[in-house]
């Protein structure tokens, strides 16, 4: 049987997961705040309670605090459907959220976009999910539509959780790209030309993240490849490159101080991927 979809939200994001929907032969209602938005061709756009009729509801708003000022006046006409909440929430908004959906009734599935709106139901799109196990297996196939579907568990705020580790991740990488890209002006070369190295240096580098994670799984660092001491040498030489070129120090001094917390506790012969634990309460 055919799901019906709602979907709350006509930005980027909201129009590409309703054209994806509409795409898979999904009827597809849509609602946003301000009229006039542009909407995907074959969607029906229906005021507020009235958008809310359909199997599932999917949200995808600005924040934590635009949800609530959109569902609440409306909330009791939620009974008995599923929220699936794709705007980008903090764990701790996200269980929230799964409460008070309980609270009236409705099931709930928060979920993380690893994906631009471009993306969506393209080759490379991800949406990471975790909150009630049954709403996940029975719309997984409608889920799909947007890219691969990945779940995390029971605990709402699970997804979120590993959504916002990886954007982390990904914002301290090109913070470095910045600061490698600042440091090679000094020599005449551009971003893009940095950009187009980096790129492939990273690539080349990030294949030995498995590796560096099990290590810090086990704890133990003290048989090192490459020792912090050896580490900090090096941190200490990208450093003053970096002073030579009148680079602001705000981000490999921060990496150099991991290093060097752990050296001041006398782990300067462990492995350098002790720096984790300078990371830990
Ligand atoms: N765009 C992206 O690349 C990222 C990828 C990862 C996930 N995010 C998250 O998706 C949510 C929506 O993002 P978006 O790209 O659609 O954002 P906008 O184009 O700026 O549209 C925002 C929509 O939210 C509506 N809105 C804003 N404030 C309120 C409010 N107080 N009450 C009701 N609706 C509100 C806005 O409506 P309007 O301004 O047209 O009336 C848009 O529909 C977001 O969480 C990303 O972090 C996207």
């Not at 997984?140 to 580790?165: H, I, M, N, S, T």
């Not at 580098?205 to 490849?225: K, Q």
């Amino acid at each position: 049987m055919t799901t019906s979809v709602t979907v709350l939200g006509q930005g980027a994001m909201g129009r590409a997961l309703a054209a994806a929907l509409l795409a898979a032969g999904h009827p597809t209602t849509v609602w946003n705040r301000t009229p006039g938005r542009p909407v995907p061709a074959g969607a029906r756009e229906l005021p507020l309670p009235e958008a809310l009729h359909s199997d599932l509801v999917i949200v995808c708003l600005l924040d934590h605090g635009s949800i609530h000022e959109t569902l609440d006046p409306f909330a009791g006409k939620l009974a008995g459907s599923a929220v699936v909440n794709l705007t980008s929430t903090e764990p701790a908004a996200a269980r929230e959220l799964a409460a008070w959906a309980a609270g009236h009734g409705a099931d709930y599935l928060d979920g993380g976009i690893m994906a631009t709106p471009p993306m969506i139901g393209e080759p490379g799109s991800s949406v990471l999910y975790s909150g009630a196990p049954a709403v996940f297996e029975r719309y997984r196939p409608v889920l799909e539509v947007f890219g691969a579907a990945e779940y995390f568990g029971a605990d709402p705020g699970q997804a979120a959780l590993v959504d916002f580790a990886l954007l982390a991740a990904m914002s301290a990488m090109f913070a470095g790209f910045y600061h490698g890209a600042a440091m090679v002006r000094a020599g005449g070369i551009s971003a893009a030309d940095f950009g187009t190295r980096c790129a492939a240096w990273l690539s080349a580098m990030a294949g030995s993240l498995p590796e560096a994670g099990a290590l810090i799984d086990t704890g133990d660092y003290s048989e090192p490849v490459q020792s912090l001491t050896f580490t900090k040498a090096a941190l200490d030489a990208i450093v003053g490159a970096s002073r030579e070129a009148g680079v602001d120090l705000d981000i490999i001094g921060a990496v150099r101080n991991l290093a060097d917390r752990q050296i001041a506790a006398g782990f300067g012969g462990h492995s350098s991927e002790r720096m984790f634990e300078s990371l830990l309460p």
